[in-house]
T-cell receptor, first 115, second 113 residues
Framework: AQSVAQPEDQVNVAEGNPLTVKCTYS??????LFWYVQYPNRGLQFLLK??????LVKGSYGFEAEFNKSQTSFHLKKPSALVSDSALYFC?????????????FGQGTTLQVKP | GAGVSQTPSNKVTEKGKYVELRCDPI?????LYWYRQSLGQGPEFLIY????????DSGLPNDRFFAVRPEGSVSTLKIQRTERGDSAVYLC???????????FGEGSRLTVL
């Protein structure tokens, strides 16, 4: 079965410090991985994706993610956190069954950046 | 429009009533998805349309839920005999094919009293 896990419900970091939001995946086949951000009372906004190629993927708002096949991880990172990065972050994997393109989401991680 | 549009943004109804939620996808996007997001949870897949047809409805929780996309653009999610457990944010997303990221609307928050 295809799935993703986000082991942390919440991550707290001080403004200016590096941040990491963790995601591990389980797929049968090559993974297609995504990160989305959700601000309060808003829809999901796409940040970045890994399909193939370089293991380090750069995305919107200075975020990047590192694909690690041996550890089946796709952690989201940013070198210097901003207070405005505080939001709910979702990791997702494409369901490879049936060629529907649908995404399977993790439970989400709340990022709190304090001034 | 520029993005996925969902109406209404908020809907409060009473238990047992019928509701319709509308999604207007990005122009030219053939693939359309409905998801449901309960409080504190990640979005859960409900149904996928490719064009006019429901290609995958495996996520619909029961036969009270139904969705249509008659002209391959706008879609309507229909919920009959609503229950309190149906309270959630219903998200719609679209994309051009099935190869890339999904573009989400801001959701319709349904509250069943």
């Amino acid at each position: 079965a295809q799935s993703v896990a986000q082991p942390e419900d919440q991550v707290n970091v001080a403004e200016g410090n590096p941040l990491t939001v963790k995601c591990t995946y389980s797929v049968s086949g090559n993974p297609y991985l995504f990160w989305y951000v959700q601000y309060p009372n808003r829809g999901l906004q796409f940040l970045l994706k890994y399909i193939t190629g370089d293991n380090l993927v750069k995305g919107s708002y200075g975020f990047e993610a590192e694909f690690n096949k041996s550890q089946t991880s796709f952690h989201l990172k940013k070198p210097s956190a901003l207070v405005s990065d505080s939001a709910l972050y979702f990791c997702a994997v494409r369901d490879l069954r049936g060629n529907t393109g649908k995404l399977i989401f993790g439970q989400g991680t709340t990022l709190q950046v304090k001034p | 429009g520029a993005g996925v549009s969902q109406t209404p943004s908020n809907k409060v109804t009473e238990k047992g009533k019928y509701v319709e939620l509308r999604c207007d996808p990005i122009s030219g996007h053939t693939a359309l998805y409905w998801y449901r997001q309960s409080l504190g949870q990640g979005p859960e897949f409900l149904i996928y349309f490719q064009g006019t047809g429901a290609a995958d409805d495996s996520g619909l929780p029961n036969d009270r839920f139904f969705a249509v996309r008659p002209e391959g653009s706008v879609s309507t999610l229909k919920i009959q005999r609503t229950e309190r457990g149906d309270s959630a944010v219903y998200l719609c997303a679209s994309t051009k094919g099935t190869g890339g990221e999904l573009f989400f609307g801001e959701g319709s928050r349904l509250t069943v009293l």
